[in-house]
Structure formats: C-alpha cells, structure tokens
C-alpha cells in the first residue's frame, strides 16, 4: 500500500480536503447551525436516506467534527457524545430521546475538548508527548476562541440537550443529531473546526502506547486515504484503479489504461471497510 498512499499523497497535496468533499455524503438525521454567542439555531436541516442536502460548508463542519471511532471518543468511557470538539455536538437521537446525555457525560467531554484545545500550552506538556505538543503548536494554533464562546457552547449544550430539542416529532430513531456552534463568519468557522479536527487527530490516530511522533503524518494520511475510500464507497464505487498518476473510482470492474494497482473496497458486517488488492500490472 506504500506506493499507493504515496499516489495518493501527490493528488491530495494539489486538491486538499476537496478531493473528500466533491462526493460527500451526510449519515441521516438532523444538523443545527447555532449562534455560539447568542444561542439562537440559525439554520436546521433533515437528511433522509436520499441525502437531499447538498450545501457544502455543511459537508465541511460535517467531516471535521467526526471521530475516529467510539473507542476515540471524548467522554470516554461513556460514549455517548461522539464530538471530537467544543464546537460540535454529536450524538445519536435515541440517546437524547432516552435522556441518556448526563451531567457527568457533558463535565467529562467538556474536560477533554478543552485539554485538546489547549494541548501545546502549560501543563498539558509535562504530561504528555512534547513532541506531538510541538508538532500541534506550529501547525494547529493559528486560531483561538474566547473563553466566554467556549463557556456559553457548553451552557447551551446543558439547556437544550433533551428530547425537547426535537421540534417536530422523532423521525429516523437511530438518526444522528449534531449541532454546529458558529463562532465567527462561515469562513472562519470552518477554519476552527478544521483546527480542532487535525488536533484531534494528532492524539487520536496512533496507539497510546505506541506513539511515534515521526509516523503522525503518516498516520494521518492513511486515515485520510481510508475516509476517502469509505466516501467513494458509499457512492457505490467499488474498484479503485491506481495508475502513476492518478486514483480512478468505478462502480464495475474494468480495464484502465496505465492502471498498477486494482483495489476492491466493501463493507463487512459490522459497517467497516475492508480492501483487497487484487491485482498488480507492470507498465
């Protein structure tokens, strides 16, 4: 797979974080757009199974407030609220239907978002990795958010987060909810929420245990390479053919000119992804 993500990384470098979003899909359920100072909801959309909402800055806080998995969430061990920051609440509809977000659910993601918002300042050093701590100074800490914003996001998420949230009767039960906290002109905001989401993964994608700060990059791109994999996935694109240049996505198998690589992505039975390389041709 080495050359591969390395082809990979050469397409991504030119197109950014728009090679994801060109083919994004929405999971179904409600996302709020939320006034962090004023808490007032600017904007609601519902997403069915016809995922009929198609504005992209909503792709963009969608993506970047996802989480790895539940075993990376941030109100561990409860794993309830799926955030991967402050400026996103995320969770399943029947869990608020169920009056499952607790106090101490919220004090923990709370706890956990700020340290991650904080993680190359003060004592979050003498604890932890310096080197990834450096890493997030110089690349993840262009924008800071007043103490104030963070402290009225949590004051709304601890009045609103009840099955009164839901307006209109529950549809989609086992939806998801996620309301985005807009702290500054759209541009802006998703510039934070693209901040926090890499700090995320900064901590997030390699093993406790196992950290190598010379493998962060890496790491990252891979993860990169398989969300893009899973977003072509679910638009039915199957076969993945790797030429020298380029990464082409099709729903059938088929002969490409030039193609080394032919990889066969499917989704096993507990939703994760799993790819086969079938096939290696010599130029």
């Known amino acids: 797979m080495d050359e591969i993500l390395e082809i990979?990384?050469?397409?991504?470098?030119?197109?950014?974080?728009?090679?994801?979003?060109?083919?994004?899909?929405?999971s179904k359920g409600t996302y709020l757009l939320v006034d962090a100072k004023r808490g007032n909801i600017l904007e609601e959309y519902t997403v069915t199974t016809d995922n009929n909402v198609n504005t992209e800055y909503l792709k963009k806080l969608d993506y970047y407030s996802r989480t790895i998995n539940t075993?990376?969430?941030?109100?561990?061990?409860?794993?309830?609220?799926?955030?991967?920051?402050?400026?996103?609440?995320?969770?399943k509809k029947?869990?608020?239907?169920?009056?499952?977000?607790?106090?101490?659910?919220?004090?923990?993601?709370?706890?956990?978002t700020i340290l991650n918002y904080n993680s190359f300042d003060g004592d979050f050093k003498k604890?932890?990795?310096?080197?990834?701590?450096?890493?997030?100074?110089?690349?993840?800490?262009?924008?800071t958010i007043d103490e104030e914003v963070i402290d009225d996001i949590f004051f709304w998420i601890e009045d609103n987060i009840n099955p009164s949230i839901f307006r209109r009767p529950l549809k989609y039960y086992d939806?998801?909810?996620?309301?985005?906290f807009l702290i500054d002109n759209m541009e802006n905001t998703i510039e934070f929420f693209k901040q926090e989401y890499y700090k995320y993964l900064c901590w997030n994608i390699l093993d406790k245990k196992k950290r190598d700060y010379k493998k962060l990059e890496d790491a990252i791109?891979?993860?990169?390479?398989?969300?893009y994999l899973i977003i072509e996935l679910r638009q039915g694109n199957y076969y993945i053919y790797v030429?020298?240049?380029?990464?082409?996505?099709?729903?059938?198998?088929?002969?490409?000119?030039?193609?080394?690589?032919?990889?066969?992505?499917?989704?096993?039975?507990?939703?994760?992804?799993?790819?086969?390389l079938i096939k290696k041709m010599d130029l």
């Open 243 to 276: 030429t020298k240049n380029d990464i082409i996505t099709s729903s059938k198998l088929e002969k490409i000119f030039g193609c080394k690589y032919i990889l066969i992505t499917r989704f096993n039975a507990k939703f994760n992804i799993e790819i086969e």
């Open 175 to 180: 939806a998801v909810l996620k309301v985005f």
């Open 71 to 91: 075993n990376k969430c941030l109100d561990l061990p409860f794993r309830k609220i799926l955030s991967n920051s402050f400026l996103c609440f995320y969770s």
């Open 94 to 112: 029947k869990v608020i239907k169920n009056n499952l977000i607790t106090k101490k659910n919220i004090e923990t993601y709370k706890k956990n």
């Open 8 to 26: 990979f990384k050469n397409i991504y470098e030119i197109k950014g974080d728009n090679l994801i979003f060109e083919k994004y899909k929405f």
């Open 221 to 227: 791109l891979e993860y990169t390479f398989y969300r």
């Open 127 to 143: 604890t932890t990795d310096k080197d990834i701590c450096k890493y997030i100074e110089n690349n993840y800490s262009k924008y």
